[in-house]
């Protein structure tokens, strides 16, 4: 069921940084991976894209809420990708997930099909 596993989440007062990191448990089986992404939700709201990467470094993509906050990276020799967030604000606090797309990439949700069980962003005023 869960592909995936988050790290990095936490509390943090506005204006504070995050990282988060995401890579595959060792038991997973990912036969095609074309696209990395970060997704977030909040209670009674839709999972929403947040970031997204070709594997093979053709692109990424954000939201615009977060252009020039947050930055999407990936490491292929290790199979990690990150998200490093600068200048959180209150509405940043949701529930951070990781997901593989095998074919497309962007940030509609359908789009991907590995996820990882989240982990929890909450900034502060």
């Known amino acids: 069921q869960v592909h995936l596993m988050e790290s990095g989440g936490g509390s943090v007062q506005a204006g504070g940084s995050l990282r988060l990191s995401c890579a595959p448990l060792?038991?997973?089986?990912?036969?095609?991976?074309?696209?990395r992404a970060w997704f977030r939700q909040v209670p009674g709201k839709e999972r929403e894209g947040v970031a997204a990467?070709?594997?093979?470094?053709?692109?990424?993509y954000y939201r615009d809420s977060v252009k020039g906050r947050f930055t999407i990276s990936q490491d292929n020799v290790n199979n990690t990708w990150y998200l490093q967030m600068n200048d959180l604000k209150p509405e940043d606090t949701a529930m951070y997930f990781c997901?593989?797309?095998?074919?497309?990439?962007?940030?509609?949700?359908?789009?991907?099909?590995?996820w990882g069980q989240g982990t929890q962003v909450t900034v502060s005023s």
């Open positions: 060792p038991s997973a089986h990912i036969p095609f991976n074309n696209c």
């Open positions: 997901a593989i797309s095998a074919f497309s990439c962007g940030l509609p949700r359908i789009e991907y099909n590995y």
């Open positions: 990467i070709y594997r093979n470094g053709g692109g990424t």
